[in-house]
Each structure stands twice: as C-alpha cells, then as structure tokens.
C-alpha cells in the first residue's frame, strides 16, 4: 500500500534516490496507521507540490503535510477519506476505491 502511495505523490518523491525511497515508504507506511491512502496523496499535492527542494527535506515536509491533515480533520476542515472538502455527498475515497 506505501508503494501506490508514493506513485501518486508529485514527481519529485517518486525520484528520490534509493535511502530516501526506503525511507519515504516507511514514513508513509506509519501514515496510514492514521490516514485514508487518498488523503495522504490529496494533502501532499496540494501543499508539497513544490519541487525547489532538497533531499533532505522530502521527509520533514512529508511530516508537514500530515500534521496540516491532522489538523484539518480533527476541526472538520478536510474529509478523513479523501482529504477533500467534507461536504462532499459521495466521498471520493469510495468512488476511486481508495477506501481501506
Ligand atoms: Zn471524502
């Protein structure tokens, strides 16, 4: 599941080089402990989409990015499904099967 994770996140994860994948997997791996798999990928191309950054950052922005999700859910802000607007009438996690 980590590994479909982190083929819908922006380019620039997908073509880390290899400590950095095995790292980024894990790190995505524990996320969806706490996360629907489509709102991890939702969240980080909206807000961490931006390529100008190192190595070295991917993964502290990846945390970033969850903890925004985090807190967006918590004050109902985004869909623990999706990741999206929760006034939705269909979460798109059912419709593109992104449901755990
Ligand atoms: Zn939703």
New binding site residues.
Partial sequence: MAATVLAGLPGHYRDTPPWLRSRLLKRISEALVHH?P??VVDYCAKFAADPGFGDYEHLRRFDDVLRKLTADVADGT?????????R?P?????IEGGCR
Wanted: hydrophobic share 40%; aromatic share 12%; proline share 11%.
């Fill in positions: 629907a489509l709102a985004a869909c623990p499904g999706c990741g999206r607007d929760p939705h269909f979460c798109a996690a059912y």
